[in-house]
């Protein structure tokens, strides 16, 4: 057996409706399926991953009660890092969408331009990109 592609990147939310809504009008991925407990989107027309969106309701049905831990507090320690071609003009025009950044794009010492947005439910996402010489 051998893992040869990775299908979804897949995110557990409260709400999968207001999650999948953001993430089509706000962020521009394309809604592929909707459901109550699960929605799939995908990133432009290049074939790569989609996002998936699942119920914390339906995964608890799906995973031991034990394993998925609905009532604990998780610490946020994970995060989506995505490149695109100039982060401060996608930090601009999302933000002109509503989407709510943790702070303005900032330089790495590597010369890496980031900022960092949280969807509905506090999902991060890091934007960013290697400026030209």
């Given at each position: 057996?051998?893992?040869?592609?990775?299908?979804?990147?897949?995110?557990t939310?409260?709400?999968?409706?207001?999650?999948?809504?953001?993430?089509?009008?706000?962020?521009?991925?394309?809604?592929?399926?909707?459901?109550?407990?699960?929605?799939?989107?995908?990133?432009?027309?290049?074939?790569?991953?989609?996002?998936?969106?699942?119920?914390?309701?339906?995964?608890?049905?799906?995973?031991?009660?034990?394993?998925?831990?609905?009532?604990?507090?998780?610490?946020?320690?994970?995060?989506f890092?995505?490149?695109?071609?100039?982060?401060?003009?996608?930090?601009?025009?999302l933000?002109?969408?509503?989407?709510?950044?943790?702070?303005?794009?900032?330089?790495?010492?590597?010369?890496?331009?980031?900022?960092?947005?949280?969807?509905?439910?506090g999902?991060?996402?890091?934007?960013?990109?290697?400026?030209?010489?």
């Amino acid at each position: 057996m051998a893992i040869d592609h990775v299908n979804a990147f897949a995110l557990t939310v409260r709400d999968v409706q207001r999650c999948a809504e953001f993430y089509r009008d706000k962020v521009g991925l394309k809604l592929v399926e909707l459901s109550d407990d699960f929605a799939y989107l995908k990133f432009g027309d290049k074939g790569g991953p989609g996002l998936a969106l699942a119920s914390a309701r339906g995964l608890s049905q799906e995973i031991p009660k034990e394993r998925f831990r609905p009532e604990e507090n998780l610490l946020q320690r994970n995060y989506f890092a995505v490149f695109l071609d100039d982060a401060d003009r996608a930090y601009l025009e999302l933000r002109e969408k509503g989407v709510r950044f943790l702070q303005p794009p900032a330089t790495r010492p590597n010369g890496q331009r980031f900022a960092f947005f949280e969807d509905p439910e506090g999902n991060l996402w890091e934007i960013s990109h290697f400026p030209r010489s």
